[in-house]
């Protein structure tokens, strides 16, 4: 989870690689709508990510084995709707970094919807998780491989 641009696309794959997991891009999950009016350069209302988080948890409960799916989820209450479609437990993995070090990697991508100009509203929307959503949080402000190394430590810590 985590603000656009902060990584969750290229963390999710390779975790879901290290792990033998399933990765989904939850871009894949919006309806054509939310695409559209994103790609226009408007922020979403939370009307129009209900169904999009709805469909995020529901992708999590139809998971066989460990499935991994990126979403920004950036607040408490689409977290715990994601929960609730998911019924069985979720770990949110919270990609977290500067707002100039996203906009950089944001202005370096090509072929993506979201553009950089919405990197604002996604930071004033952000709620950090709490201490009771047991979340990882990790520093995106080191090479990929030490942030996947990260992630899978502290899974692995917490099942043990």
């Not at 950090?128 to 810590?157: F, N």
């Amino acid at each position: 989870m985590g603000v656009a641009g902060c990584g969750k696309s290229s963390v999710g794959e390779t975790l879901a690689a290290r792990l033998g997991a399933v990765y989904v891009d939850g871009d894949e999950l919006h309806p054509p709508e939310n695409i559209t009016k994103m790609s226009r350069g408007e922020p979403l209302t939370d009307e129009d990510r209900w169904p999009w988080l709805t469909r995020v948890g529901r992708s999590l409960a139809s998971a066989e084995g460990i499935r991994i799916i990126g979403c920004s989820a950036l607040k408490r209450r689409y977290r715990d709707l994601i929960r609730h479609e998911a019924v069985s437990p979720v770990v949110f993995v919270h990609l977290s970094g500067s707002r100039d070090l996203i906009a950089g990697r944001m202005a370096a991508r090509t072929g993506h919807f979201m553009p950089t100009s919405l990197l604002d509203s996604q930071f004033a929307a952000l709620e950090l998780p709490e201490a009771d959503e047991q979340a990882i949080t990790v520093d995106i402000g080191q090479p990929l491989e030490a942030v996947v190394a990260k992630i899978a430590t502290s899974l692995e810590e917490r099942q043990s």
